[in-house]
Antibody, heavy 115, light 112 residues
Framework: QVQLKESGPGLVQPSQTLSLTCTVSGFSLTSYNVHWVRQPTGKGLEWMGVIWTGGSTDYNSALKSRLSISRDTSKSQVFLKMNSLQTEDIATYYC?????????WGQGVMVTVSS | DVVMTQTPVSLPVSLGGQASISCRSSQSLVHSNGNTYLHWYLQKPGQSPQLLIYRVSNRFSGVPDRFSGSGSGTDFTLKISRVEPEDLGDYYCLQSTHFPDTFGAGTKLELK
């Protein structure tokens, strides 16, 4: 069955780089786009970016200068890297598959920014 | 970016009752291919968002027929009939017609 699972450190120091991995199963990264969405605690959802089936990427313009998404198709993994983290980046980060919509989501990983 | 305005922010309901949530977009969500990429999600407390309705009115796999979506252009509605306890949570609309994808701010469905 389709599954996505985010992993990565829950704590990042201010100004440092966040690195997250989304490991997928039940589908191929060359057949489905994968998106990253984040949600500050108690707030709404923000689309961050996407890696398309062909490997190209698009980003939210508000994050574009700090954000990079890549993948390793052989490992069925999608990577998110975002630098210069600040307290406003404290959120739960989700990866989601784009089928008919964002139809399957990971369970999310909560990221705190603190020294 | 397309702004998605969801109302109400909070919606008290009685179990067994009906709920209606509105989502309005700042521009038409009809894509050049003729499809309208407006979707609805429910996020239960402590869980990831789950897809309920895709492309305005199509129920996703396993979603009860108590959930229905309608609308066109810039004005969309999610209706929930015979509300059950598992329907409580935060509802979000999402548009994927225009880049970037944008979400509504959410509607909290709670018990009256």
């Amino acid at each position: 069955q389709v599954q996505l699972k985010e992993s990565g450190p829950g704590l990042v120091q201010p100004s440092q780089t966040l690195s997250l991995t989304c490991t997928v199963s039940g589908f191929s990264l060359t057949s489905y786009n994968v998106h990253w969405v984040r949600q500050p605690t108690g707030k709404g959802l923000e689309w961050m970016g996407v890696i398309w089936t062909g490997g190209s990427t698009d980003y939210n313009s508000a994050l574009k200068s700090r954000l990079s998404i890549s993948r390793d198709t052989s490992k069925s993994q999608v990577f998110l890297k975002m630098n210069s983290l600040q307290t406003e980046d404290i959120a739960t980060y989700y990866c989601a598959r784009e089928g008919v919509a964002f139809d399957y989501w990971g369970q999310g990983v909560m990221v705190t920014v603190s020294s | 970016d397309v702004v998605m305005t969801q109302t109400p922010v909070s919606l008290p309901v009685s179990l067994g009752g009906q709920a209606s949530i509105s989502c309005r977009s700042s521009q038409s969500l009809v894509h050049s291919n003729g499809n309208t990429y407006l979707h609805w999600y429910l996020q239960k407390p402590g869980q990831s968002p789950q897809l309920l309705i895709y492309r305005v009115s199509n129920r996703f796999s396993g979603v009860p027929d108590r959930f229905s979506g309608s609308g066109s252009g810039t004005d969309f509605t999610l209706k929930i009939s015979r509300v059950e306890p598992e329907d409580l949570g935060d509802y979000y609309c999402l548009q994927s017609t225009h880049f970037p994808d944008t979400f509504g701010a959410g509607t909290k469905l709670e018990l009256k």
